[in-house]
T-cell receptor, first 114, second 117 residues
Framework: AQSVSQHNHHVILSEAASLELGCNYS??????LFWYVQYPGQHLQLLLK??????LVKGIKGFEAEFIKSKFSFNLRKPSVQWSDTAEYFC????????????FGTGTRLQVTL | NAGVMQNPRHLVRRRGQEARLRCSPM?????VYWYRQLPEEGLKFMVY????????ESGMPKERFSAEFPKEGPSILRIQQVVRGDSAAYFC???????????????FGSGTRLTVV
């Protein structure tokens, strides 16, 4: 069964600092990869996704992620965070072979201080 | 162009009552997924449905929980005889068929926050 690991549970950064959140998955087949963001009290919003092609994916709000197949990783990055990026970030994977459910990591809570 | 609609947004139930959570998928989406988010935890898959079919219910508790997605109307997640541990946010997502061309992921609803008192 596929699984998703997010090793950073809680990250605190100052505004303008660079961000990298780790995501690793355990499935060896073809996968689609996603990063979602959940602002306090709100639902999940899609930040970016990788299906195929260029492994460097650009999403909304200046976020990007790089798919490294050999490392089973899909880390999220942002060069300069803002206070408004304070939220919880979830990595997720779907196995395209079985086309079944989206599996989420446990999430990383990002707190950006002024 | 309405997204995934969930209602109610907030639901308070006393222990032992039934909770019914509704989810209307996006127009054109035939696949519905329910997830539960407990405080301080990530999203846990519960059940995956197509119209009139349960595709994967591996995340559903064996007792008290049931889900349906009838031919007409919204998908319903039903929790019978609720207990305090059922208090959580329940999110619904919808998608077109995941294996078909044009699939671009799931769209999530705003969730139903269930509080059991």
């Amino acid at each position: 069964a596929q699984s998703v690991s997010q090793h950073n549970h809680h990250v605190i950064l100052s505004e303008a600092a660079s961000l990298e959140l780790g995501c690793n998955y355990s499935y060896g087949g073809t996968v689609n990869l996603f990063w979602y963001v959940q602002y306090p009290g709100q639902h999940l919003q899609l930040l970016l996704k990788y299906f195929s092609g260029d492994p460097l994916v650009k999403g909304i709000k200046g976020f990007e992620a790089e798919f490294i197949k050999s490392k089973f990783s899909f880390n999220l990055r942002k060069p300069s965070v803002q206070w408004s990026d304070t939220a919880e970030y979830f990595c997720a994977v779907i196995d395209t072979g079985t086309a079944s459910k989206l599996t989420f990591g446990t999430g990383t809570r990002l707190q950006v201080t002024l | 162009n309405a997204g995934v609609m969930q209602n109610p947004r907030h639901l308070v139930r006393r222990r032992g009552q039934e909770a019914r959570l509704r989810c209307s998928p996006m127009k054109g989406h035939s696949h519905v997924y329910w997830y539960r988010q407990l405080p301080e935890e990530g999203l846990k898959f519960m059940v995956y449905l197509q119209k009139e079919n349960i595709i994967d219910e591996s995340g559903m508790p064996k007792e008290r929980f049931s889900a349906e997605f009838p031919k007409e109307g919204p998908s319903i997640l039903r929790i019978q005889q609720v207990v305090r541990g059922d208090s959580a946010a329940y999110f619904c997502a919808s998608s077109p068929h995941p294996g078909q061309a044009g699939f671009s992921g799931y769209t999530f609803g705003s969730g139903t926050r269930l509080t059991v008192v």
